[in-house]
């Protein structure tokens, strides 16, 4: 069978339609990223939020909010209880008052981080329960060392209402138990957010 001849035109022909089929397939591929205006998301202008609550750890009793769930064969030992990690589901109140109105609850795990001082290493989320809140959350990552008298720790993000934020959380403890380990921590938050 003879070998057939084919122009150059029907190659260039070829090339060309070959061509325009990889662009044709590129251009309609997912994008990976692109530029969004915050209008594009419907975020209206930025606020400036203040929420004062106390943040209730409990390790004692039938119900504890905050359980031990690691620790270090050395954590027994240690001054500073260096490598206990607790999971917590804290009760987030109006005022220290037990009985008070809860508004929300601090879901998360605090590490004690530190061989030198007491020092937490929070990572927890304030999800809220009430009013125009509800729903929301606001997310926190930061060193705590509780014996200082005042603590500041970043506001890393946030959901709802809170969408995008970012602003810092300060921590002053109301009441400690040495025995139990209990606490009630007054928590002043300032919140940038959409």
Same mark, same amino acid.
């Given at each position: 069978?003879?070998?057939?001849?084919?122009?150059?035109?029907?190659?260039?022909?070829?090339?060309?339609?070959?061509?325009?089929?990889?662009?044709?397939?590129? $251009? /309609?591929?997912?994008?990976?990223?692109?530029?969004?205006?915050?209008?594009?998301?419907?975020?209206?202008?930025?606020?400036? #939020?203040?929420?004062?609550?106390?943040?209730?750890?409990?390790?004692? !009793?039938?119900?504890?909010?905050? +359980? &031990?769930? $690691?620790?270090?064969?050395?954590?027994?030992?240690?001054?500073?209880? %260096?490598? $206990?990690?607790?999971?917590? =589901?804290?009760?987030?109140?109006?005022?220290?008052?037990?009985?008070?109105? +809860?508004?929300?609850?601090?879901?998360?795990?605090?590490?004690?981080?530190?061989?030198?001082?007491?020092?937490?290493?929070?990572?927890? #989320? %304030?999800? %809220?329960?009430?009013?125009?809140? /509800?729903?929301? #959350?606001?997310?926190?990552?930061? &060193?705590?060392?509780?014996?200082?008298?005042?603590?500041?720790?970043?506001?890393?993000?946030?959901? !709802?209402?809170? &969408?995008?934020?970012? !602003?810092?959380?300060?921590?002053?403890?109301?009441? %400690?138990?040495?025995?139990?380990? =209990?606490?009630?921590?007054?928590? /002043?938050?300032?919140?940038?957010?959409?």
């Amino acid at each position: 069978m003879a070998n057939p001849k084919h122009s150059p035109s029907v190659h260039v022909l070829f090339l060309v339609l070959l061509l325009l089929s990889i662009a044709a397939s590129v $251009a /309609n591929s997912n994008v990976f990223s692109k530029s969004l205006s915050p209008s594009a998301l419907e975020l209206k202008q930025e606020k400036f #939020t203040h929420l004062h609550f106390y943040f209730r750890d409990i390790l004692s !009793g039938k119900i504890p909010t905050a +359980i &031990r769930v $690691a620790q270090a064969p050395t954590t027994n030992t240690s001054s500073t209880v %260096f490598g $206990a990690v607790n999971i917590i =589901d804290d009760p987030l109140t109006v005022t220290p008052d037990i009985n008070s109105t +809860i508004v929300g609850r601090a879901q998360g795990l605090y590490a004690l981080s530190s061989q030198e001082e007491t020092s937490l290493m929070m990572v927890m #989320t %304030f999800s %809220f329960l009430e009013g125009k809140y /509800n729903g929301s #959350t606001i997310s926190v990552l930061g &060193r705590n060392p509780p014996f200082n008298k005042v603590r500041e720790m970043p506001i890393v993000g946030g959901s !709802g209402i809170f &969408r995008f934020a970012r !602003g810092y959380a300060q921590a002053k403890t109301n009441t %400690f138990n040495l025995t139990t380990g =209990d606490a009630c921590v007054e928590y /002043n938050v300032y919140v940038l957010h959409y």
